[in-house]
């Protein structure tokens, strides 16, 4: 297996505009996470789902920020509109163990 | 709510030990873990240890568990250049969403 696998690695956007990061989480494994990584704040969970079904989205900090699970093999986080704020790198991690190598977000 | 605390820096030489530590406050916990963030990369599991546990070893990983103090420690024998990374403490609850320390960052002198 690949492990986990996040798309894009890097992605740099203008305020304003959508922004969508993708998940391909370990096939068989029934859990997902997203978190947010800053320099300021650490490692914060934003949404994690089980059987593809979102089981605590408090982590989301606003109402720009959702996320789906449309099936076992794939999650999206997207972020409409983007602020330079959300700057930060994003991972995915399936299971507790396994996580992807992240998306390095820039809004400008 | 729950909270994990690390200090953010430990400088070591090669081939010393390492011992890195955190600090937790949910009485609950189960689980306490060690994860490692090389630089550009993901979290990568290390070990983990069940809270009934007090000591647990893997190759040069020696993981120390004070259930009473809520202290943890992740000791690295012989410490080698490539051991250089952000060391993560995470704890949980059965199976609620893992608590991150902010991390420390190991660096290993030459």
């Known amino acids: 297996d690949a492990g986990v696998i996040q798309s894009p690695r890097h992605e740099v956007t203008e305020m304003g505009q959508e922004v969508t990061l993708r998940c391909k989480p370990i096939s068989g494994h029934n859990s997902l996470f997203w978190y947010r990584q800053t320099m300021m704040r650490g490692l914060e969970l934003l949404i994690y789902f089980n059987n593809n079904v979102p089981i605590d989205d408090s982590g989301m900090p606003e109402d720009r920020f959702s996320a789906k699970m449309p099936n076992a093999s794939f999650s999206t986080l997207k972020i409409q509109p983007s602020e330079p704020r959300d700057s930060a790198v994003y991972f995915c991690?399936?299971?507790?163990?396994?996580f992807g190598q992240g998306t390095r977000l820039t809004v400008v | 709510g729950e909270d994990v605390e690390q200090s953010l820096f430990l400088s070591v030489r090669e081939g010393d030990s390492s011992v890195i530590n955190c600090t937790y406050t949910d009485s609950s916990s189960t689980y306490l873990y060690w994860y490692k963030q090389e630089p550009g990369a993901g979290l990568q599991l290390l070990t983990y240890i069940f809270s009934n546990m007090d000591m647990k070893q893997d190759q040069r990983l020696t993981v120390l568990l004070n259930k009473k103090d809520k202290h943890l420690s992740l000791r690295i024998a012989d410490t080698q250049t490539g051991d250089s990374a952000i060391y993560f403490c995470?704890?949980?609850?059965?199976?609620?969403?893992?608590?991150f320390g902010k991390g420390t960052r190991l660096s290993v002198i030459a």
């Open positions: 991690a399936s299971t507790r163990a396994f």
């Open positions: 995470a704890e949980s609850e059965g199976n609620t969403p893992l608590v």
